[in-house]
């Protein structure tokens, strides 16, 4: 684990600048299944960069691996700024912390661009459960020791860290169910084949609106705008449990550092468009846009939360 913790930066060895950039399409990478929270996230984005930038960017879905398979293809890109990949940090170094043996370094192999965007996570049910609230859903499951299935997004992901630390605290065990995508789970969830999950509410707000799953509690300080009648934890009964979903980019480790300045700049112009924020709030989002050294210390912040929280629950991959 101490390897994990070496400083992130934000252009190791960087190469030149090239005498254009971008001088051919931008590949940005999405390592997560399409139609969960981040490939929506990403195409609210690439219309305003290509128009920015002069150049196309084009979305390449590469999911697999707990993201392991896409990031290993920006890993291996040309550090010119043309592939950069779209990362929720909490599971970037998630993946660090848990997979022995991953094809790259989580740390110097990358180069962090900027946040643009972060969320709360939702507890969610499938209204076939008998709980119109947090503290009767815990009763249930409480009463019902691994009975109530939950979905997570892969082994190891932030999706079973939320619900494996939530069970830890409130003291109940329910099933967990892995899927290759969150618009997998949703599906399952939307069907009744689960009873619970943790989501980012981009994915799903439309069922919870529509009444085909509902919304218990928010895992942030504050409501969120987009879904203000579900409370948060706290309000809930439930205070000091928090998980927040921050959404950033990463280059190539060596990309030059006027590339790396010339994105980050392009996506801080792009997120304080009114346009942006609009939509961002209709999905459950909040505008976050940081550089890249915030984004390197919020990294590495990261890293100890969910390594304490990982020891605590006593998670693996094969859990």
């Known amino acids: 684990m101490a390897g994990v913790l070496v400083a992130f930066t934000t252009a190791a060895a960087a190469q030149p600048a090239p005498p254009v950039y971008p001088s051919k399409p931008i590949r940005f990478i999405v390592p997560y299944a399409a ?12 219309p305003k960069m290509t128009e ?16 392991v398979i896409g990031t290993d293809a920006l890993a291996k890109s040309p550090p010119d700024g043309h592939t950069i990949l779209a990362t929720v940090v909490t599971n970037h170094v998630i993946n660090a912390l848990l997979i022995p043996n991953l094809p790259f370094d989580s740390v110097k192999d990358f180069a962090p661009v900027s946040t643009v965007s972060s969320t709360d996570y ?8 008998p709980a119109k609230n947090l503290k009767e859903f815990i009763a249930l499951a409480k009463s019902k020791p691994g009975q109530l299935n939950y979905g997570s997004v892969g082994s190891g992901g932030i999706s079973q860290l939320g619900n494996e630390h939530f069970s830890m605290l409130v003291g109940i065990k329910m099933q967990r169910v892995p899927y290759k995508g969150s618009a997998l789970a949703l599906i399952d969830l939307v069907a009744g084949q689960l009873q619970a999950g943790f ?121």
């Open 52 to 67: 920015g930038l002069g150049q196309q960017v084009v979305v390449d879905i590469r999911p697999g691996g707990n993201t």
């Open 199 to 319: 989501y980012t509410p981009i994915s799903f707000i439309q069922y919870i609106r529509s009444g085909r799953i509902k919304a218990i509690a928010v895992s942030g300080n504050n409501r969120l705008q987009a879904l203000p009648e579900v409370p948060t934890f706290a309000e809930a009964g439930l205070p000091g449990f928090e998980m927040r979903v921050t959404y950033g980019v990463l280059a190539p480790a060596g990309t030059a550092k006027p590339v790396i300045d010339k994105l980050s700049g392009e996506f801080a112009k792009i997120v304080a468009l009114p346009e942006t924020r609009e939509r961002l709030a209709g999905q459950g989002m909040v505008p976050f846009y940081n550089g890249p050294d915030v984004m390197a210390a919020l990294m590495k912040t990261e890293t100890v939360k969910y390594a304490q929280v990982i020891k605590a629950a006593n998670i693996k991959l094969d859990n």
């Open 35 to 46: 139609g969960g929270s981040v490939d929506p996230l990403v195409r609210i984005f690439t």
């Open 122 to 129: 939702v507890l969610v049910l499938h209204p076939s459960v």
